[in-house]
Structure formats: structure tokens, C-alpha cells
């Protein structure tokens, strides 16, 4: 097939990372030559880099009406497809990349696919094949992160972040995923490092300052927490989970009446969500305040039965008031039926029921081990203790 002086030109643009420009140009060799397989698949790539798969699934089409055979879009098709379930797709994938004269994208392809079946290892050694065709490709790198992850390597999936980040130079995605694994690994320090690197290549972005208060709050810092959380509200005024950000930070921060002044903001914006009442109720209960505490607590129940938070926070309210033993048990019960498996609610139902029915207890003590919160087992790890009999 001929490339026009158009196409190549326009490829030339994609690759630089002008994809407007490019688009004009690929349209125009359309114009010319609406038979143009260059232009068609040049602008197929181009609304897949853009993660436009239906404007792409389109020119892809009108290339495999002309050329039926045609490899590499073969399998962006079948990648598509694969992405949304097809096993079929996934066979074709394997095919097209076993071939002799298969291309980078058929061979990436084919880890794509494999990637969204969840088929990591598989995945990793046609993406060390695709690196080997395209050294330091971004896009590869950072799907090999995401490959090793996926099996629990997650030192070589941060290395694999990490070049994918230095590779790119602009793209924010390999340092927001490396800042995750830096979470699941324990370091917290770095990820925020990490996390504030990908903000500087995004800064535009608002999820990466909704997930950078985030850590904030995890890692014990809650006045960076309320900068990134006023810096979201600032990208997103009317979102309710901006101001309940930051309010809690404020709460964290033990800034209570300003917590309490933007968490009844949020409520106002959003009166039907839970995390923001049990947070507003959270704050009452250090003000002093257990009534509208319990008030918001149990309506909160009424329209969302079961939720965790506010169960949990409802049932230590009542067991901080003599006699308030027998709610506690029925809000942690009720609770239980929509999460059976929570260790926390288990922990709580075991205190509950530590002075009058011993063996129950232990019995939920038991389940509050295998929590993975240090905190949680480490208390039902001596309830247990306690409650066992010698």
C-alpha cells in the first residue's frame, strides 16, 4: 500500500505529539483519497490514543472493507472486543501476534487483551517482546507495571512505573500508579513525592488532588490534606465530595467548628450521603454535641441500612451511655446482615457482648482477627485473650 506525502506527513505530527495537526492532516488525505489505508489507520491510531474506541472501531471498519487481512487492524478490533469480554477476541489476539511478520501494535495488542482478562503473567512476555520492538515506549512500560502488579511483583512493577514516567516526560499515569504500589509497599513518604510529581505534569487534573489529600489524611498530615482539598473545591465548586474532603481534613486537623461549618455545606449539597453525616456526626460528638450525633447516626441508617460508618460510630455512641449495651447489639447485628464478613463490626459486636454473653463474643473476636487493620486485630487479639476460657 502507497502512503501518501499527506499521511506520512501527518504521522510524522503524531508522533511528536500534535494530534490536532495531525488529524487535520489525515483528514485532508482523505479528502484526497477516501481509499487512503495510511490516513485510515493513522487516524484509527489517533482516536485510540485519545480513547475515542468508537471513533476508532470506525476507520477501522472502513480499512478492513478494503483490506480485509489488514493485521494491525485486525487486532485493534480484536483488542476492543477482547477489552470487552470476547474470548474469541483473544484468540484472534494470539494469532495475529504469533505471526512471523506481526508488528508492534499486533504484539501489544495481544498483552492488552490478556491484561483485561486478567491473565498478568501470560501478559508479561509479550510486552517484553513489544519493548524489545519499541525500547522505552511509555505506553508498554507502563502496561508491564500494571502486568507485574497484577501477579504481585510489585518491585518490578514500580521500576517498571518508574521508566515509564522518565520515558514519557509528560504523562502523569505511570507516577500516579507508582504512588500507588509505594502505598501497598508501606511508603507512604515517597508516594506523596511520587503523587506530587504527577500533579506537576497534570496539574489540571482533580482527581490527582482528591487522591493527594487522600494519602494526606492516611499519612498523619492533614493541613496538606485541606491545601489539596481547597485546591479542589477551587477545580470543582459545586462538588459535595470536594467540600466533605474538606471538612474532614479540617476535623482531622482538630478544627472543629470550621469542620463542622463545611460539612454542613457539604450536607446541604448532598443530604443523601452517609460518609458526609457520620463525619458531621463524628465532629458534633467532640463538641459535645451526642444528641445531633445519634440523630444524624440513625438517619443515616434508615436510607442507607447497614452502612459500616455509621453502625459502627452509632454503636460506640451508645455504648459510651449506661445501658446502651442491648442497641449497640441490634445496630451491629443489622449491620452484619449487609456485611457479614467486616471485621470491625465483628470487633464492636464482641464488646458489645463481652459482659453478657461471653461466648458469643469470643466467637466474634475470633472473626475481628483476621482483620487487616493493625488496630482492629491487635484489639481483638486481647479481647480474645480475655475472653477465652483458661
Known amino acids: 500500500m502507497a502512503v501518501s506525502k499527506l499521511a506520512t506527513s501527518a504521522a510524522r505530527l503524531m508522533k511528536q505529539g500534535l ?49 480485509p487481512t489488514h493485521p494491525e487492524a485486525l487486532s485493534h478490533l480484536a483488542r476492543l472486543n477482547a477489552e470487552k469480554g470476547d474470548a474469541s477476541a483473544l484468540e484472534l489476539l494470539a494469532t495475529l501476534a504469533a ?120 499519612a498523619g498530615a492533614p493541613d496538606a490534606a485541606m491545601r489539596a482539598a481547597i485546591e479542589l473545591r477551587l477545580k470543582l465548586p459545586e462538588s459535595a465530595d470536594a467540600i466533605y474532603l474538606h471538612g474532614l481534613s479540617a476535623f482531622v486537623a482538630g478544627k472543629d467548628e470550621d469542620a463542622d461549618r463545611i460539612l454542613r455545606e457539604a450536607l446541604e449539597k448532598a ?31 434508615t436510607f442507607a441500612p447497614g452502612d459500616v460508618g455509621a453502625a459502627t460510630d452509632l454503636s460506640v455512641l451508645h455504648l459510651s451511655k449506661p445501658g446502651g449495651g442491648h442497641a449497640a447489639r441490634k445496630v451491629l447485628s443489622e449491620a452484619l446482615k449487609a456485611h457479614p464478613d467486616d471485621p470491625g463490626l465483628h470487633l464492636n459486636l464482641a464488646l458489645a457482648l463481652s459482659d453478657s454473653d461471653a461466648a458469643t463474643a469470643l466467637t466474634h473476636a475470633r472473626r475481628a482477627q483476621a482483620s487487616q487493620d493493625k488496630n482492629i486485630r491487635e484489639q481483638a487479639d486481647r479481647l480474645v485473650t480475655a475472653l477465652a476460657p483458661h
Open 271 to 301: 443530604p443523601g450521603n452517609a460518609q458526609v453525616r457520620v463525619a458531621l456526626a463524628k465532629v458534633r460528638r467532640r463538641l459535645g454535641d451526642d444528641a445531633e450525633a445519634k440523630k444524624l447516626l440513625e438517619e443515616t441508617l
Open 19 to 67: 494530534l490536532k495537526e495531525a488529524a487535520r492532516e489525515f483528514q485532508r488525505a482523505l479528502e484526497q483519497d477516501p481509499q487512503d489505508a495510511s490516513a485510515l489507520l493513522g487516524l484509527a491510531r489517533l482516536r485510540l490514543a485519545q480513547h475515542d474506541d468508537e471513533g476508532a472501531r470506525g476507520f477501522l471498519d472502513s480499512l478492513l472493507a478494503l483490506h
Open 99 to 218: 505471526q512471523p511478520t506481526a508488528g508492534f501494535f499486533e504484539v501489544l495488542n495481544y498483552a492488552r487483551g490478556l491484561l483485561a482478562h486478567e491473565k498478568y503473567a501470560q501478559a508479561i512476555s509479550p510486552l517484553e517482546h513489544a519493548l524489545a520492538m519499541q525500547p522505552g515506549n511509555a505506553q508498554t512500560l507502563t502496561y508491564l507495571g500494571k502486568a507485574q502488579q497484577g501477579t504481585g511483583n510489585l518491585d518490578a512493577a514500580l521500576k517498571a512505573y518508574q521508566e515509564a514516567a522518565e520515558a514519557t516526560r509528560t504523562e502523569h499515569l505511570p507516577f500516579l500508579l507508582a504512588s500507588r504500589v509505594q502505598v501497598l509497599q508501606g511508603q507512604i513518604g515517597p508516594a506523596l513525592v511520587t503523587l506530587r510529581q504527577a500533579i506537576l505534569r497534570k496539574p489540571t487534573e482533580p482527581s490527582l488532588f482528591r487522591e493527594f489529600a487522600s494519602l494526606c489524611l492516611f
